[in-house]
């Protein structure tokens, strides 16, 4: 991620970066994100989730960070990563596209 701020390939230019973790006002539980990364003012983030599984089931896990996204209420634009070991369903990239704000990001496209 860090590379592809250098080279502006991010929906905008993160300053800040780093693992949450904390309770959530609305279920009183414990949450975590694997990672978070915003700019300074918090107005832009992107929220990401690692799932190095064979087995994945990409939509209940974006459908928990979009959730667990909740809790940033002073966050204007929310952007959302999915790092899978594994290809997406085809219904999971179609949502993806749907939404505009998703990208889903595998093994093999790690690096491009």
């Known amino acids: ?3 592809k701020n250098n080279n502006g390939e991010l929906p905008f ?3 800040r ?3 949450w973790w904390g309770t959530n006002p609305k279920t009183k539980s414990q949450e975590e ?3 978070v990364l915003s700019t300074s003012d918090n107005k832009n983030t992107i929220f990401a989730e690692c799932k190095w599984r064979n087995d994945l089931k990409a939509i209940p896990v974006l459908s928990g960070l979009m959730e667990k996204a909740e ?3 002073d966050c204007e634009n929310k952007y959302y990563y999915i790092f899978s070991k594994v290809d997406f369903s085809e219904k999971c990239k179609s949502l993806s596209d749907e939404m ?3 990208k889903l990001v595998t093994l093999s496209t ?3």
Do not use: A, E
Request: aromatic share 14%; net charge positive; glycine share 10%.
């Open 1 to 3: 991620m860090i590379h």
């Open 110 to 112: 790690l690096f491009q």
């Open 100 to 102: 505009g704000n998703v």
């Open 13 to 15: 230019v993160f300053t």
């Open 17 to 19: 970066s780093g693992r």
């Open 71 to 73: 809790i940033f209420r």
């Open 33 to 35: 994100i694997d990672l």
